[in-house]
């Protein structure tokens, strides 16, 4: 199966400022999702996104299939935006391989 | 949310223990899974069903065992278990399988 990376491991933000994270793939993938843990666990759903780019609020997320990498923008962060963000992708054929997460901080 | 619900939300049980955890989604999906979270990896998937398919993670030992009677409910069946099952265990569904998932909140496990 497919290996996903994501970087930063570790990001720590002042409340308002913006963030780039980002997830790599060994291969081509045909689905992509995005998500939020909060502190309780629940993995919220952010983007579905296997091409193209879509916005939500002050979210958006680009995903270039074809150079096996996918971005999700966080602008003027809010400490509720706390948490750990992962994505997840799966090529032909496979489940959905999830990588190891970036854990976001914002502090007030 | 209340679309994929799981109870227990927080489970205590010895390795001597037999219990079952339950899945239950509301949103019309044909396709459950069932994930495992455990402290610092990433989020490890152990079962899927679906109407096109039965798929097992083959590394799952055989003290896990899931059953799924309908496309709305899932239960993963406990025992036996050790320490390092410790951990958060995940239930999702998609439309269809491999489609976009939505996950429920999740039940904390915990062997003593």
């Known amino acids: 199966g497919i290996q996903v990376e994501q970087s930063p491991p570790d990001l720590i933000l002042q409340e308002g400022a913006n963030s780039t994270l980002r997830c790599n793939f060994s291969?081509?993938?045909?689905?992509l999702q995005w998500f939020h843990q909060n502190p309780w666990g629940q993995l919220i759903n952010l983007f579905y996104i296997p091409s193209g780019t879509k916005q939500n609020g002050r979210l958006s997320a680009t995903t270039v299939a074809t150079e096996r990498y996918s971005l999700l923008y966080i602008s003027s962060s809010q400490t509720t935006d706390s948490g750990v963000y992962f994505c997840?992708?799966?090529?032909?054929?496979?489940?959905?391989?999830f990588g190891p997460g970036t854990r976001l901080s914002v502090l007030p | 949310e209340t679309g994929v619900t799981q109870t227990p939300r927080h489970l205590v049980m010895g390795m001597t223990n037999k219990k079952s955890l339950k899945c239950e989604q509301h949103?019309?999906?044909?396709?459950m899974y069932w994930y495992k979270q455990s402290a610092k990896k990433p989020l490890e998937l152990m079962f899927v069903y679906s109407l096109e398919e039965r798929v097992e993670n083959n590394s799952v030992p055989s003290r896990f065992s899931p059953e799924c009677p309908n496309s709305s409910h899932l239960f993963l069946h406990l025992h036996t278990l050790q320490p390092e099952d410790s951990a958060l265990y995940l239930c999702?569904?998609?439309?269809?399988?491999?489609?976009?998932?939505?996950f429920g909140p999740g039940t904390r496990l915990t062997v003593t």
């Open positions: 291969d081509s993938v045909n689905n």
């Open positions: 999702a569904s998609s439309p269809g399988s491999r489609e976009e998932q939505y």
């Open positions: 997840a992708g799966l090529n032909y054929g496979q489940n959905f391989v």
């Open positions: 949103l019309g999906h044909n396709a």
